[in-house]
């Protein structure tokens, strides 16, 4: 997909959205250039219509000839908008334009008089509507449609129109066209079928990246891997016939670097429980344990593209978690990278076991921060539901910063503490801690037992298990993948 800005007497499109204020009579010039295409038309119809007064995320459809398409897409009142809610509509309004475009060109306009919105008490301006709008656009047009017979015709282009480029708006179209590639990216290879996606397959999508974008790549296997020590994590995968791999991919700029960060994502390809293995309808959706590996491959191709002063290294411990004669089993002791011992509890308790010596690699790196993603808790559902991402960490500062910028970005997240009384749940008898502490507190007690893997004091957590893939839609997102977290990375990145 392309995204273009351009003059509205430069547009190619067919179809155009338009979004209109709650009761708010004024025309922006793209309405008010359809309007005359239309001879007037369009201006008398919106009136019988009372298309002026639609509320927030109400759509009108209507034909202003027979080759040309307008979605009218209500913001609502003005002074309730924020950049959550903009994104949500943009993104139904693309969702309602999809199947309309002929020639396979979308127009859009920027909105205008943003001063007056709020979020965080923060006004957002145009330079901001273009990244919003860009990433939502992509996310409501997005679809996975690999295994279907579908003929329909696809918008492979989105021209944004203003008047008024300016370098920043130019900048932040930039950020929202890499963003939203790196999104599609994640939701694509979350899709795809876990049969194809094993360990091997996502490793050589990792060193193709690495070529096109000319990034540091280190892909070890099996055996590379026990040569450092890396037992939790090769414990979970022994269970499957396909081998694990580790994936290290760095981003380095040319010019003097201000700051480092190592982004882990979970690269679990498929979680069957092990030899605690899932019920049927907990399984279904198993291959999307991989979305915090996905999430961060996705990132490093924004990040290769937008070019900051920031090295980036992308790290995924890719393993499937499958029962078998050869599977680790409840009673095992495993060795961590760092030395620590863990007991297994419960072998459907692996992600962490992947994490723990991932973040133990990171220690060799000196970065000055380290990022991980993962769908690891059950119980972050319970506390968040499908629409909040748990943040923790053991730095404050960073994770005020980050809740910040997450909230800039169009993501909820919520902190969840990290306690030292959370050692009782995982305490063993035999081994340094167990890798499971029972239902209570499941996702802060996972987050203790991340912490005991790094050195660094400037680590965070994103627990994305019920964010990453949802099974019912919600304004933005249709149900599936969501790229969840993508976005924040991106920005907070872009703003060190």
């Known amino acids: 997909m392309r995204f273009l800005t351009k003059k509205i007497d ?95 060109i979308l127009a859009m306009e920027l909105t205008e008089n943003l001063s ?14 273009a990244q919003i709008a860009i990433c939502a656009a992509r996310i409501g047009l997005y679809e996975f449609n690999k295994y279907l017979n579908d003929n329909k015709p696809k918008i492979e282009t989105i021209e944004i129109t203003e008047d008024n480029i300016t370098d920043e708006i130019e900048k932040n179209a930039q950020i929202g066209v890499y963003t939203s590639f790196a999104m599609k990216f994640a939701k694509d290879l979350i899709n795809e079928q876990a049969q194809i996606v094993t360990p091997q397959y996502v490793a050589n999508i990792a060193k193709d990246i690495a070529q096109e974008h000319k990034l540091e790549a280190k892909i070890l296997n099996k055996s590379e891997i026990q040569s450092l020590n890396m037992n939790a994590f090769l414990a979970v995968g022994q269970g499957s016939i396909n081998e694990p791999k580790f994936v290290h ?11 480092k960060i190592a982004l882990i994502g979970k690269g679990i390809t498929f979680d069957a429980g092990g030899l605690d293995i899932k019920p049927a309808l907990s399984m279904l959706t198993m291959k999307s344990d991989m979305s915090g590996a996905a999430s961060v491959l996705g990132i490093i191709q924004a990040i290769a593209k937008l070019k900051p002063q920031i090295e980036v290294h992308a790290i995924c411990a890719l393993c499937e978690n499958m029962p078998s004669g050869s599977s680790y089993k409840q009673g095992d002791v495993l060795t961590a990278m760092n030395g620590k011992t863990i007991e297994i509890d419960n072998t459907d308790a692996e ?71 959370l050692k009782d749940n995982l305490k063993s008898d035999i081994a340094d801690m167990k890798n499971t502490g029972g239902r209570n507190a499941g996702t802060s007690t996972a987050g203790w037992f991340l912490s005991n893997f790094t050195k660094s004091e400037n680590w965070m957590h994103l627990d994305i298990a019920g964010t ?29």
């Open 10 to 104: 430069e547009l190619e499109a067919d179809t155009f959205i338009c979004f209109v204020w709650e009761d708010d009579e004024s025309k922006t010039k793209l309405f008010q250039h359809l309007n005359e295409l239309s001879n007037g038309e369009l201006m008398r119809q919106v009136y019988e219509y009372n298309a002026t007064k639609r509320t927030f995320c109400e759509i009108f459809k209507y034909a202003i000839n027979k080759e040309k398409m307008l979605i009218i897409a209500g913001l609502g009142k003005k002074k309730d908008l924020t950049r959550q809610k903009y994104s949500q509509c943009v993104a139904i309004a693309a969702r309602a334009a999809k199947n309309l475009s002929k020639n396979g």
């Open 116 to 129: 007056d919105c709020k979020c965080l008490s923060d006004a957002f301006n145009m330079s901001d509507s």
């Open 249 to 259: 991919l760095t981003y380095k700029p040319k010019d003097q670097t201000k700051r």
């Open 351 to 421: 992600g962490r076991l992947t994490l723990a010596d991932a973040l133990c690699y990171c220690d060799k790196l000196e970065v000055d921060e380290v990022i991980d993603l993962a769908t690891l808790t059950g119980a972050v559902i319970v506390a968040l539901g499908h629409n909040i991402t748990a943040v923790l960490g053991n730095n404050q500062n960073q994770i005020d910063n980050f809740i910040q910028i997450a909230k800039k970005s169009c993501e909820n997240v919520w902190q969840m503490p990290i306690l030292d009384e």
């Open 468 to 496: 990453a893939y949802i099974d019912k839609s919600n304004k933005e997102t249709l149900s599936g993948p969501t790229g969840v977290m993508i976005r924040s990375l991106i920005n907070y990145i872009m703003a060190q």
